[in-house]
């Protein structure tokens, strides 16, 4: 294993998709190069402080009302549209 | 007898909105208006436009779900219809990047500087957040969307790979690409940062 290498698996080592044999590989190699086992860190540090720059944010009830509105109404219209004898 | 009150999965409740169920239609937008809403607003970082875009997207749901065949991939249709909505806007708004993908980040002149131990309360400081939006922003657009639904909105690889018609593993590619050269950002943010001993707070 060499660090190329070893950086390219950090993802599918996160994502635990790794098989045993490779990842002892990877662990053997990190125990003795402190620049993967910086990258490491870091490249998962920035994953983490991704989730958290914009924390997503909920719709106001009373834009989900309006669009609520907007939607039945266009809802009612299309279907009298296609039914032209509407109950 | 059975319980209708269960919860419906997204196939049955486009099943009922194709049949003209209302109430339905209404659960769908209880369902998924924030998470529309907040893939629109980090691809545009407008909420204007994120309103707007979510009213669209809900819209062309309206319209469009009869051409829906396969209904179990509805959420991913809907993230598909959000992106290029949002992508709509930025071309409008000529926001749009169309820089060469950064495909060579040498692993060899990577930063080492070790950030990791820095104290929560520096990382995540409203400056690093603002430098890691601005470096979001920096990024060619097929790899910030990307990062956007997986990082930000927590996607799975495989609905980022059905919403943007591409495959998984060009979604792993761009997304380990984009986070490659993120990190890289930050790291040379806080190393300015935190081992220039010229710093102003003595
Ligand atoms: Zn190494």
Same mark, same amino acid.
């Given at each position: 294993?060499?660090?190329?290498?070893?950086?390219?698996?950090?993802?599918?080592?996160?994502?635990?998709?790794?098989?045993?044999?490779?990842? !002892?590989?990877?662990?053997?190699?990190?125990?003795?190069?402190?620049?993967?086992?910086?990258?490491?860190?870091?490249?998962?540090? !920035?994953?983490?402080?991704?989730?958290?720059?914009? @924390? @997503?944010?909920?719709?106001?009830?009373?834009?989900?009302?309006?669009?609520?509105?907007?939607?039945?109404?266009?809802?009612? !219209?299309?279907?009298?549209?296609?039914? @032209?004898?509407?109950? | 007898?059975?319980?209708?009150?269960?919860?419906?999965?997204?196939?049955?409740?486009?099943?009922?909105? /194709?049949?003209?169920?209302?109430?339905?239609?209404?659960?769908?937008?209880?369902?998924?208006?924030?998470?529309?809403?907040?893939?629109?607003?980090?691809?545009?970082? *407008?909420?204007?436009?994120?309103?707007?875009?979510?009213?669209?997207? $809900?819209?062309?749901?309206?319209?469009?779900?009869?051409?829906?065949?396969?209904?179990?991939?509805?959420?991913?249709?809907?993230?598909?219809?959000?992106?290029?909505?949002?992508?709509?806007?930025?071309?409008?708004? /000529? /926001? $749009?990047?169309?820089?060469?993908?950064?495909?060579?980040?040498?692993?060899?002149?990577?930063?080492?500087?070790?950030?990791?131990?820095?104290? *929560? *309360?520096?990382?995540?400081?409203?400056?690093?957040?603002?430098?890691?939006?601005?470096?979001?922003?920096?990024?060619?657009?097929?790899?910030?969307?990307?990062?956007?639904?997986?990082?930000?909105?927590?996607?799975?690889?495989?609905?980022?790979?059905?919403?943007?018609?591409?495959?998984?593993?060009?979604?792993?590619?761009?997304?380990?690409?984009?986070?490659?050269?993120?990190?890289?950002?930050?790291?040379?943010? $806080?190393?300015?940062?935190?081992? *220039?001993?010229?710093?102003?707070?003595?």
């Amino acid at each position: 294993m060499n660090c190329k290498l070893c950086s390219a698996l950090f993802q599918e080592f996160l994502e635990k998709s790794l098989c045993e044999e490779v990842i !002892t590989e990877l662990e053997t190699h990190m125990k003795t190069c402190k620049k993967c086992r910086v990258m490491l860190r870091t490249y998962t540090l !920035t994953i983490t402080l991704s989730q958290k720059v914009d @924390p @997503p944010c909920c719709v106001s009830t009373d834009k989900i009302d309006r669009l609520k509105k907007i939607l039945l109404e266009r809802f009612f !219209t299309k279907q009298s549209a296609q039914e @032209p004898s509407v109950r | 007898m059975s319980k209708k009150r269960e919860i419906q999965s997204d196939a049955e409740l486009v099943g009922e909105i /194709k049949h003209g169920s209302s109430r339905a239609m209404e659960e769908v937008v209880r369902r998924y208006s924030n998470k529309v809403y907040n893939l629109a607003y980090h691809l545009t970082r *407008d909420s204007a436009a994120a309103e707007e875009i979510m009213q669209d997207v $809900f819209l062309t749901v309206i319209a469009k779900v009869g051409t829906l065949t396969n209904e179990a991939y509805f959420s991913t249709w809907l993230y598909r219809v959000t992106t290029n909505a949002a992508y709509g806007f930025l071309r409008k708004e /000529k /926001k $749009f990047s169309d820089q060469t993908p950064v495909d060579d980040i040498d692993q060899e002149v990577q930063t080492s500087y070790d950030w990791s131990d820095l104290p *929560d *309360d520096v990382l995540l400081s409203e400056e690093s957040k603002e430098v890691l939006r601005k470096s979001i922003d920096t990024l060619p657009e097929a790899m910030r969307t990307v990062v956007i639904m997986k990082d930000m909105e927590g996607l799975k690889n495989e609905e980022i790979a059905e919403a943007l018609s591409i495959s998984v593993p060009a979604v792993k590619s761009r997304l380990h690409r984009g986070r490659l050269i993120l990190r890289e950002l930050l790291s040379g943010y $806080f190393s300015r940062k935190y081992t *220039d001993s010229s710093g102003e707070d003595e």
